[in-house]
């Protein structure tokens, strides 16, 4: 009994061996993508390696919307995004207008989004201002005194030198003097009212003004010297922005009747924390350039915008709310015009509180790779691009200095060569037919189309 007993035993444990045998033989051989040896750490030590590859006919590469190019050497920032916004700019965008003198509101000339030109009427006022009244009372008076000397001293010289004394005429030319020093004081007193050359002169003549009119001012002046305008039409400057008074309002003088507005010269505030404070002003001192993303901007139906962007001064307070300080970058801005009604009106491309993204540049990445940020997908750790040859992508992994929502910075380590041709974007959907083909266990060097066909290796 007891040899039949260990008889059986060994006959248990031979079945139990020979079942772990064929489990891992059929574990080996027969299910896809497994291996008994461990794989090797990189593509290129694995023996008899071959790259993993995508056949894509011209039909899916135009599906996926698929472009090429080759690979450049260049010079790359990285960069910090700070939030901002479009902002008028301070003494420059805006111009209040103001009433010369005591009156009331008789006629409004220009309404809110007309555009004038420097001199157009904009209000007419009645004047209630004694002073002004007592002004040209006295303008009159001094403008007949001097007739009255004019004609004094004529009959004088008319006379003869020896008939009366020298000291009577020179009594006279005085006394004119003094007269046109007068006149010329209230002349100007008038003109500072408001009051045009033509509107004095005839003062002077004794016709007293009752209303003057109020004009759009002369251009503002930029630091750099040249008039702010508007472009296209060059001939229209001010856009009527607001309205601060209605018919029959009673003005004192000074008082703020409507604000003119020109936004041909703008600021972009970026919002930053005091931590960023040092890189950007590092940006600041070497006039590093800003790239700047427009929110709700559409480039293609303007024309392009030439002009680069630099910090020119950081704010030296922070906000008590939002904890950040103000940056400011100029912004020469772009409009277009059209005729309704007969009247002119002006759209602009950038808009006070218009959102904007900045890229801040804090350090340069020289001989590197710039590829649009859907040419590198990831996987965990891992970065890949696409090579294309023909029909055919391979994918390769690459080591990333710096991405952004826009672009990405790979490495220049001979991963990727200058010349190669890559694939700039659409790389997602190539990796996830990669892994496709990996899931339906297609050994690696098989071509897969993007309609799920599979074909031998080339």
């Known amino acids: 009994m007891a040899l039949v007993r260990f008889l059986r035993g060994l006959l248990v444990v031979a079945a139990l061996g020979g079942l772990l045998a064929v489990a891992v033989w059929f574990r080996g051989g027969w299910l896809p993508g497994s291996s008994a040896a461990p794989a090797a750490s990189t593509a290129e030590e694995r023996p008899g390696w071959q790259p993993e590859i995508l056949e894509l006919s011209p039909q899916a590469r135009q599906n996926l919307g698929l472009v090429s190019r080759p690979v450049k050497l260049s010079n790359s920032w990285r960069s910090i995004i700070v939030p901002g916004e479009i902002m008028d700019r301070p003494g420059l965008?805006?111009?209040?207008?103001?009433?010369?003198?005591?009156?009331?509101?008789?006629?409004?000339?220009?309404?809110?989004?007309?555009?004038?030109?420097?001199?157009?009427?904009?209000?007419?006022?009645?004047?209630?201002?004694?002073?002004?009244?007592?002004?040209?009372?006295?303008?009159?008076?001094?403008?007949?005194?001097?007739?009255?000397?004019?004609?004094?001293?004529?009959?004088?010289?008319?006379i003869g030198e020896g008939a009366i004394p020298q000291v009577r005429i020179i009594e006279v030319d005085q006394q004119l003097r003094r007269l046109q020093a007068a006149s010329e004081s209230y002349r100007q007193d008038l003109l500072t009212r408001g009051l045009s050359l033509e509107q004095i002169a005839q003062v002077a003549g004794g016709?007293?003004?009752?209303?003057?009119?109020?004009?759009?001012p002369p251009p503002i002046a930029s630091p750099s010297g040249l008039a702010v305008d508007a472009s296209p039409p060059s001939d229209i400057v001010?856009?009527?922005?607001d309205l601060k008074v209605?018919?029959?309002?009673?003005?004192?003088?000074?008082?703020?009747?409507?604000?003119?507005?020109?936004?041909?010269?703008?600021?972009?505030?970026?919002?930053?924390?005091?931590?960023?404070?040092?890189?950007?002003?590092?940006?600041?001192?070497?006039?590093?350039?800003?790239?700047?993303?427009?929110a709700e901007d559409d480039p293609t139906a303007w024309p392009p915008l030439d002009q680069s962007f630099e910090i020119r001064h950081l704010s030296n307070t922070i906000d008590p709310m939002s904890r950040t300080f103000d940056f400011f970058v100029p912004l020469t801005n772009q409009s277009r015009s059209y005729e309704q009604e007969g009247k002119t009106f002006v759209v602009w491309r950038f808009r006070p509180g218009q959102r904007v993204r900045l890229h801040v540049p804090v350090e340069e990445l020289k001989d590197v790779i710039v590829l649009p940020a859907a040419a590198v997908v990831r996987e965990g750790p891992e970065a890949y691009v696409f090579r294309q040859n023909g029909d055919l992508f391979d994918r390769r992994p690459v080591r990333v200095l710096h991405e952004d929502r826009l672009d990405v910075t790979i490495a220049n380590d001979g991963s990727v060569a200058p010349g190669w041709y890559l694939a700039q974007g659409s790389a997602a959907s190539l990796n996830r037919v990669l892994k496709a083909q990996a899931a339906s266990g297609t050994p690696v060097g098989v071509h897969v189309h993007a309609d799920g066909t599979v074909h031998g290796a080339h």
């Open 207 to 216: 016709s007293f003004v009752a209303s003057v009119d109020v004009v759009a």
């Open 246 to 294: 209605d018919l029959g309002t009673q003005v004192q003088a000074g008082q703020l009747l409507g604000v003119l507005s020109n936004h041909g010269s703008l600021f972009i505030a970026g919002h930053a924390f005091k931590r960023e404070a040092t890189p950007l002003e590092r940006a600041a001192q070497g006039q590093w350039p800003i790239r700047v993303e427009f």
């Open 238 to 241: 001010y856009e009527v922005q």
């Open 93 to 158: 965008s805006d111009r209040g207008v103001t009433s010369p003198a005591v009156g009331v509101v008789t006629q409004i000339h220009a309404f809110a989004g007309d555009t004038v030109r420097p001199g157009d009427t904009l209000f007419t006022l009645r004047l209630l201002s004694e002073y002004i009244h007592n002004t040209q009372s006295e303008l009159f008076k001094v403008t007949r005194d001097i007739e009255l000397e004019t004609e004094k001293r004529q009959r004088l010289t008319q």
